[in-house]
């Protein structure tokens, strides 16, 4: 038993940090910008406290590459429905970052597929941007971006920049047709065989979206024969304490707190609760 | 370190001054207000409340390093947070090897990875005097879980050689020493009575059985590698109420829901850990009312699992059902039991 | 910003609900000072027409209830339905087990019931009238979750509202179970959030709070053998508060 | 002076359940004047039937939220009884200290809550928090500790869960009733200073006088709350076995509540009605108090009820502590409670805090109710409300129309009416 004294300070302290920066991408989606150095990895998360209210799990959504961080945030509940009503210079509790990120040293010079279905794109984009900051070290990168509707697009003036990139290429569709949109329609599935140029089975794929989404794409991945060794998911749980104890995350004997929400595919051949 | 022998009065007496010190002393007593003979753990105003004779008690002693519900942080609304640690110095007596080894396997989880200051706190200031059992309980099964005797974790070992006239004291910590010390009137415990206290200890070992698991415990990992689709999880969930009794008298049992109170100002509050349950409908339940595990059967099996799998990956192999039978005779549909489980698998799976 | 104004308003109940709220003792005075309280016929005489909550207290047993219940919530920002009476209908839907109450009124009024005060109707809990916003079950509610629930809708946060059974509560509370003693307790199937008062004072939960979301009916149908105890013995039980509501025998 | 006056005051404030006042005066003649009630009926005595024995107690409980405890303890006397099941003297002690804290904690929140703004002509008790902070903390107190008090007894404050037929399911431990006791040996100054209070503003209660026929429960020896016989002041006394033919219920157009009669046209029952059949026995506290308001015996003015509720919150704080004495000195056991019940029928009394109130049932060889009646206190004041009524509007109609109508609301409050425990005694047979 470790003798600590018990001044030590708890896991469960959130540290304050003011908000810089707020902007509405959509009726549900809040972009936050926190001058906040948390020296995080692409994929982590965070916990976000607003005392009296509650803690949510949050992914970061912006490269280490960048000083700061990103968050976007729906409103989907107690704490993220404080959140929206928050302004530049309020300030949140952080605790973090938590989670094992994204294998970066073994997606480095391979091509990099993502799909990303709805807010899947917000943690998905921290890995993409540290990408763009270090390009030449990866090879082609294909973005694939479902969204249910026109009006729930988030992240396009971004999509649109990444396209311009060399060797990058980014498709999108939505669910439903729209008058303003001349693009793909049907779900992000379709998407993939217009990916252009990239070896699916030698790439590395990567995963994030809603839970029901992961089923669809894996079917897809499975009859392209991708190994499941290349394929990389972005889980969500339920998550009260962020540090592996409270037990709501667990998937079989997994805490995604501590072990995800990154997974390989083939590392949950026997965590049949995963998918 | 020494090993004592006490004999009734003197035990007595020793009991009494740790009561007089300024440490609080709980131990286990008999439940005042319930009809039938049931023991808890509670603060002790004198030795004679003292029941060392106890079977089990109704919940296990963990409620003193994770209690029911504790305050984490002392906050500001939409402001500030402050740590709450509570640093009260506590002496814990009567602690039965099994919950003993589950106190071992919480300190572990609490300690590993992330360290919990709030548990370790507390459990660091707790001096625990654990006991032999002398009754069986209608539903132990610490012979099949190997949880019948414990060797580390306590500070004092006490050992009823014979309906309380008569005690083996052992102390294996500096803590348990000091303590030890106080009871002036406690002789050198001789070889015939650590031999007495051995054959209590062996015949415990074989005799707190009142269900048999039909393999090792240490087989269980490999069992449950294979019984994940196997039906009984259906049968025995389609009466299970969801009603997490099965957790919540559970002595290995530690998830925790958090939740933010405030105050009447609306300017202050706390934010409190409680206890949850993994069989509660809503444990595993996100945004959107996405729930994870939303059939019976799978929090059901989610619970045999972490028993017999989860956890001992985490805690170096040891099962996490240490067979103090609680969640036996909790449930009321009485389908909780481990050992019915495992033993229904092992009737169609060879681990 | 302004305080939030809150009218109290009873329908047919026994009123222990609006006592606890005189029970919360020096912490009504926070109460007060946290919110105004425009209307409260059982402890003032002022009465307002405008609010911003409204807290319900009884079921909706007349035709004339119903017209009132409606009034109140097209002038409310937020409607609370406060103990088993308006959450559920409660106690008083012990009466709906009662086929006809046109033929019994007749039988039992002959000539007199048709006299408009003595109208009646099978009886409603508030949300199958309008509808209720928050939920405070019980029978009476606990004052100290009453009051947890005002200051969380006060802060602007949804109130946690326990869905799991009553039994989590009585283990914390380190009770002996009443199904020890062959009693029928319905704490398995019956929300917390009481702290399990009952059990704690070693009666058998009778289910004030309604059931849980999910109740495992066929579970404690499938306990009564084992116990030595009939399925009629658990509807008896079953139908003091939960009559004509949630899953019935 | 107004010739013309027309009060319609529909819901009571600051009473329990609604009543309505109707009063029309024209050309100085009285053409109208009624107390109505119009609450919704709920049918107990229906709902009742078919019920377990031991379920009695959960649902007429229900009854009255402020009363719960009075209705729990006679309806499981009148249960025993039908059931000819005996209890300790234990458990006899034990209730009567739990109905003591009934009677604190009602008096209390009546005339602190209810009645004390009328004296302060304030529309609440709410302003009176600025205006009197002291008075205002020290009714909480004495509301609190009286709370608290039933907590420790009953295992809620509002409606009882540890009392069943035979005895109780818990009974508090003998740390609880020392604390107890301390905690009521201290109230003793908080009630004196309640008492003080309302003594400064007693010239408020109107000088209002109806000869009245008063019924309570009589004891030889004691202030009758929990035992005794039915006694009228007019000097007819009746075993409670009978009460029937003391309320003598019927119904009435203005009211979904029955009206009773006994020896005269109506009776009051409540505090008031207590004191007069009881005076000799309330406590020495009692009977100060009683005297610095020149409470009598004999006393005929309704709003003197608030009065003799004040001495009896005194009376019982003093008995409690007494009674506590007792059950300390002899030792508190844990009596496991068995019971052989035998079909029958019983009935039972006991004074509620507004008045004398009664139930009775039976049960058949399965132990299910078949019948059930019950009369509370409120039922038994409505026929003496509106009579006082009548007497009261021509000697008041001077005070022009807010006048009148201050002086019938604050009649109608002063007998602490239950109005929604009275409208759920409708004598209805249902056919199933
Ligand atoms: C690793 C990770 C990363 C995430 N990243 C993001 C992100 O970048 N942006 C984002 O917007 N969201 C993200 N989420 C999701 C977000 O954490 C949830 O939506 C979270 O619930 C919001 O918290 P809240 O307090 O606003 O909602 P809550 O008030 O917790 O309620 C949300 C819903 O959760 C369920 N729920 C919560 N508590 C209970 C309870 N006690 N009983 C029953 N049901 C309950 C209900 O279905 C409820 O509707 C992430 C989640 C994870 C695990
Ligand atoms: S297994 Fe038994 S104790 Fe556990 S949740 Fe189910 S019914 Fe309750
Ligand atoms: S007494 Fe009732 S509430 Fe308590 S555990 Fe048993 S069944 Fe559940
Ligand atoms: S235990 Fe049951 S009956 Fe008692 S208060 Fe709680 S929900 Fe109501």
Redesign the pocket.
Same mark, same amino acid.
């Given at each position: 038993m470790c003798d600590c004294n018990s001044t030590e300070k708890s896991i469960y302290l959130p540290e304050l940090a003011p908000i810089t920066k707020v902007a509405m991408m959509n009726e549900t989606e809040m972009y936050m910008h926190l001058d906040h150095d948390i020296g995080h990895k692409p994929g982590q998360f965070v916990e976000v406290s607003i005392a009296g209210i509650g803690e949510a799990p949050i992914s970061i959504s912006s490269s280490p590459t960048e000083a700061g961080f990103d968050m976007v945030i729906r409103k989907a509940g107690r704490v993220t429905d404080i959140m929206h009503q928050m302004q530049a210079g309020d300030k949140l509790g952080i605790r973090g970052p938590f989670g094992s990120g994204y294998p970066i040293d073994e997606m480095k010079g391979k091509d990099l597929v993502f799909v990303c279905g709805g807010i899947g794109l917000v943690p998905q984009r921290s890995m993409i941007n540290y990408i763009m900051d270090n390009r030449a070290d990866f090879g082609k990168i294909a973005i694939l971006q479902g969204t249910k509707e026109f009006a729930q697009r988030i992240y396009h003036d971004e999509l649109e920049r990444w396209a311009g990139v060399d060797g990058v290429q980014v498709l999108e569709t939505i669910d439903v047709a729209h008058d303003s949109w001349n693009g793909n329609v049907g779900v992000v599935t379709t998407l993939i065989d217009k990916i252009d140029g990239i070896d699916l089975t030698k790439a590395v794929n990567l995963i994030c979206g809603p839970p029901i989404m992961y089923k669809f794409v894996l079917m897809v991945l499975q009859e392209k024969e991708v190994s499941h060794e290349n394929i990389f998911v972005n889980l969500e749980r339920r998550m009260k304490c962020g540090v592996g104890k409270c037990g709501h995350c667990q998937m079989n004997g997994q805490y995604v707190c501590q072990s995800g929400p990154v997974y390989r595919y083939s590392d949950l051949a026997n965590i049949p609760e995963a998918i | 370190m020494s090993i004592k022998k006490l004999n009734k009065d003197v035990f007595k007496s020793f009991v009494d001054s740790m009561i007089a010190s300024d440490q609080s002393v709980v131990g286990v007593k008999e439940k005042v207000q319930a009809k039938g003979n049931k023991f808890a753990f509670g603060p002790l105003e004198n030795a004679d409340q003292l029941r060392l004779d106890y079977d089990v008690t109704l919940i296990p002693p963990k409620k003193y390093m994770l209690p029911q519900t504790e305050t984490l942080l002392t906050y500001e609304v939409k402001g500030e947070s402050k740590q709450h640690v509570d640093e009260q110095k506590l002496i814990l007596v009567g602690v039965h090897p099994y919950d003993m080894i589950a106190i071992n396997q919480m300190d572990e989880l609490f300690s590993q990875d992330e360290y919990d200051t709030h548990y370790m706190t507390r459990r660091n200031n707790i001096t625990v005097i654990a006991c032999d059992v002398v009754n069986a309980s209608e539903n132990i099964f610490a012979s099949s879980m190997e949880t019948a005797v414990v060797e580390k974790g306590f500070d004092i070992l006490l050992t009823d050689l014979g309906k309380g006239k008569e005690y083996v004291a052992e102390a294996i910590t500096e803590k348990g020493e000091a303590l030890l010390a106080t009871a002036v009137d406690a002789t050198d415990a001789d070889d015939k009575d650590i031999a007495k206290r051995s054959a209590i200890q062996e015949a415990n070992k074989k005799d707190l059985d009142k269900h048999t698991l039909n393999c090792k415990p240490s087989e269980l990992s490999s069992l449950l590698e294979q019984a994940y689709e196997h039906p009984v999880w259906e049968e025995k969930a389609k009466t299970c109420f969801s009603c997490g009794s099965c957790n919540t008298t559970c002595p290995t049992c530690y998830c925790f829901d958090v939740q933010d109170l405030v105050n009447w100002n609306l300017k202050d509050g706390q934010r409190e850990r409680s206890w949850d349950g993994c069989l509660l409908k809503d444990f595993a339940n996100v945004a959107g009312d996405h729930n994870f595990r939303k059939q019976k059967e799978s929090r059901f099996r989610h619970r045999l699992y972490r028993k017999g799998k989860y956890v001992p990956t985490k805690i170096g192999g040891q099962v996490a059902c240490v067979g103090c039978g609680r969640c036996v005779g909790a449930c009321v549909p009485d389908i909780a039991n481990p050992v019915a489980v495992y033993n229904r698998l092992l009737e169609d799976i060879k681990p | 910003m302004s305080k939030p104004r809150v009218a109290i308003f009873d329908f047919a109940c026994c009123e222990g609900c609006q006592l606890q709220i005189v029970n919360l003792e020096e912490e009504i005075l926070d109460l007060i000072g946290a919110v105004d309280v425009v209307e409260w016929r059982e402890a003032m005489s002022e009465q307002s027409e405008e609010y911003d909550i409204a807290i319900i207290e009884g079921s909706i047993t007349r035709p004339e209830d119903e017209e009132r219940i409606k009034d109140i919530r097209s002038k409310a920002k937020v409607l609370i339905a406060i103990g088993a009476c308006a959450t559920t209908g409660g106690l008083n839907k012990l009466k709906n087990n009662f086929d006809d109450l046109e033929e019994v009124k007749k039988c039992v009024y002959s000539d007199a019931s048709t006299m408009p005060h003595l109208e009646t109707a099978m009886t409603k809990a508030v949300d199958e009238v309008v509808t209720v916003d928050y939920k405070v079950h *019980? $029978?009476p509610i606990e004052k100290a979750e009453f009051g947890s629930i005002i200051r969380s809708l006060l802060l602007g946060k949804a109130p946690e509202i326990p869905d799991y059974p009553?039994c989590v509560e009585c283990k914390k509370n380190e009770n002996v179970c009443r199904w020890e003693y062959g009693e029928i307790c319905? *704490?398995p199937i019956?929300r917390a959030g $009481?702290g399990?008062? $009952?059990?704690t004072a070693s009666y058998r939960?009778? *289910? $004030?709070?309604g059931y849980v979301d999910d109740p495992n009916v066929n579970a404690a149908v499938d306990v009564m053998d084992k116990y030595g105890l009939t399925v009629d013995q658990l509807k008896s039980k079953m139908v003091l508060f939960g009559s004509k509501q949630g899953p019935t025998l | 002076m107004s010739e013309n006056i027309n009060i319609k005051v529909k819901h009571l404030t600051r009473v329990e359940g609604h009543g309505n006042i109707v009063v029309n005066i024209k050309d100085g003649t009285v053409e109208k004047c009624q107390w109505q009630v119009p609450e919704a009926p709920r049918f107990f005595e229906a709902m009742v039937r078919g019920r377990d024995y031991d379920d009695i107690q959960t649902i007429v409980s229900r009854i009255c939220g402020i009363c719960s405890i009075s209705h729990s303890l006679v309806a499981t006397k009148a249960v025993e009884d039908a059931l000819s099941i005996k209890v300790s003297e234990q458990t006899d002690d034990l209730r009567l200290l739990m109905h003591f804290s009934e009677q604190l904690q009602s008096h209390v929140l009546h005339v602190g809550y209810l009645v004390a703004p009328d004296l302060f002509s304030a529309p609440s008790v709410v302003p009176l928090v600025a205006a009197a902070p002291d008075a205002v903390l020290a009714i909480i107190k004495a509301h609190r500790v009286a709370n608290e008090w039933s907590e420790i007894l009953a295992g809620r404050i509002t409606h009882p869960?540890t009392i069943i037929p035979g005895g109780f399911s818990q009974i508090p431990t003998e740390a609880q009733l020392r604390q107890l006791q301390d905690n009521l040996k201290n109230l003793v100054d908080t009630l004196l200073a309640i008492v003080d209070v309302v003594l400064s503003v007693a010239g408020n209660l109107p000088a209002f006088e109806r000869d009245t026929e008063y019924v309570s429960l009589a004891q030889k020896n004691n202030y009758a709350f929990y035992h005794g016989d039915i006694q009228s002041t007019d000097g007819k006394t009746m075993p409670v076995k009978n009460w029937e033919k003391v309320a003598n219920e019927y119904v009435v157009e203005q009211s979904t509540a029955k009206w009773t009669k006994w020896n005269r046209q109506s009776y009051a029952t409540g505090a008031l009605a207590r004191f007069n059949n009881n005076a000799e026995q309330i406590s020495p506290l009692g009977k100060a108090v009683a005297e610095k308001f020149g409470l009598v015996k004999g006393c005929c003015n309704p709003y003197m009820n608030s009065v003799a509720q004040l001495a009896e919150a005194a009376h019982v704080t003093e008995k409690a502590i007494e009674l506590i004495d007792k059950l300390l000195t002899k030792g508190l056991k844990t009596e496991k409670v068995k019971i052989n019940p035998k079909p029958g029928r019983g009935h039972a009394a006991v004074e509620a805090p507004r008045g004398i109130l009664f139930h009775s049932y039976e049960f058949d060889k399965d132990l299910k109710c078949t019948w059930g009646n019950m009369c509370i206190p409120t039922n038994q004041n409505h026929a003496n409300m509106q009579l006082d009524f009548e007497k009261l509007v021509p000697e008041f109609m001077h005070l022009g129309e807010d006048g009148l109508r201050q002086t019938m609301e604050m009649l109608i409050r002063s007998y602490d009416p239950c109005i929604s425990c009275s409208t759920h005694f409708l004598n209805v047979e249902f056919v199933r």
């Open positions: - | - | *019980g $029978c009553v319905l *704490g019956i $009481c399990a008062k $009952c059990p939960c009778f *289910g $004030c709070r | 869960i």
